[in-house]
C-alpha cells in the first residue's frame, strides 16, 4: 500500500500537490496512476522548475544572497549544465512555435492531462499573461500516445 492509498482510506483527498515539470518526471510511472485510479487530481506546483525552465537564469550567484534556489541542486556544478542543455533545447521549441519558453513548458504540464492543474507563480503581469498563452493550446507538445 502506497503513501497515497494510506492517506486516502484515512481521508479522501480531492487532489494532491506536488512537482512536476518536463524536466522532473518523478511522478509519471508511480504516482500519476496511483493518483488516477483514486480519483485524486494533482496540482503542480512551480512548472517552471522554479524559474529554471524559463531560460533567463544561468549563473546561481546571480539569483542574490537570499535566494534559497542557490542552495538546490539543479542550481548547482554538472547539474546546472544539464538543465541548462534542457532549457536550450526548449528556447528552441519555444523558438519553433513562435512562443516563449514558459509557455512549452506549462502547456507540457496542461498536455498531462486534464487531472493535472499547474500552478505557476509570478511578480510580474507581462509574465502572468505570458503563462496564460500556454492554455490557448496551440503550443501543446504532443504526448507519447499521440493526443496533446
Avoid at 19 to 24: K, R
Avoid at 134 to 145: C, Q, W
Amino acid at each position: 500500500m502506497t503513501n497515497i492509498d494510506y492517506c486516502n482510506l484515512t481521508f479522501h483527498n480531492d487532489s494532491v500537490a506536488s512537482n512536476l515539470t518536463p524536466q522532473e518526471r518523478d511522478l509519471e510511472d508511480e504516482v500519476l496512476p496511483t493518483l488516477r485510479e483514486l480519483g485524486i487530481g494533482l496540482v503542480a506546483y512551480s512548472p517552471l522548475s522554479r524559474g529554471l525552465l524559463w531560460g533567463q537564469i544561468t549563473d546561481p550567484n546571480a539569483l542574490g544572497d537570499q535566494d534559497l534556489r542557490q542552495h538546490m541542486p539543479r542550481y548547482q556544478g554538472e547539474n546546472l549544465a544539464r538543465n541548462l542543455k534542457l532549457v536550450e533545447a526548449l528556447k528552441m521549441m519555444a523558438i519553433e512555435k513562435s512562443c516563449a519558453p514558459a509557455q512549452i513548458a506549462i502547456a507540457w504540464v496542461l498536455a498531462q492531462g486534464q487531472d493535472i492543474v499547474p500552478i505557476v507563480g509570478t511578480k510580474r503581469r507581462t509574465y502572468l499573461e505570458e503563462n496564460l498563452g500556454a492554455v490557448a493550446g496551440e503550443h501543446y507538445p504532443t504526448r507519447a500516445d499521440g493526443t496533446t
